[in-house]
């Protein structure tokens, strides 16, 4: 091979083709996201805003799905390592805290709806919803990759393959995003009241 084909080789395969897909849709959607939380601070100025205390429910949320979060790197971690019981054992927790992070906002916007913040009634409520809404929907993106994660991990025998590596890290990178972005919009949330 020639010293030019080399070098051509050795730039164009220093980032995952899937890596990088998953990067520009992460960078999609944190400009969708941009773009909402900005939509806010400008509606918020319009005037006609309805000041309101996010249900305590958010915080606890949040606490379950770092907690998520933390137990599938280790997961991860665990199946590089060849720690099989322990990979699979982390995985399942994983996926329960993330469906419980899911029950748990319903309940947070149960709670809102109950203190008389609806979808239709003032704009500062249906931001409220809006966002996190949103969010849940990329959080069931992950929780469907991470369903295909458990799939192979329970019907398939135990091998670590680079395929299985990639697809678990790009779980794992999905994953980590959508706990910063659900970060970020509760701290933007709890400051912009």
Known sequence: MSTVAQRYERTTNKIHPLKFALWISMGSIVM???ALTSAYIV???AGNWLEFELPRIFF???IVLLLSSLLLHTSFKSFIAGEEKKYKTLLVVSFILGLGFLVLQYQGWSALFNSGIDLKGNPSGSFVYVLSGIHALHIL???AAMVVGLLIAFTRKF???ERRKINFELTLQYWHFVDFLWVY???F???NR
């Open 32 to 34: 969708m996201f941009i």
């Open 43 to 45: 509606r918020r100025s």
């Open 60 to 62: 606890v949320s949040t």
């Open 141 to 143: 993106g992950g929780m």
């Open 159 to 161: 091998k670590i393959t």
């Open 185 to 187: 919009l509760l701290i």
């Open 189 to 191: 949330l709890y400051l």
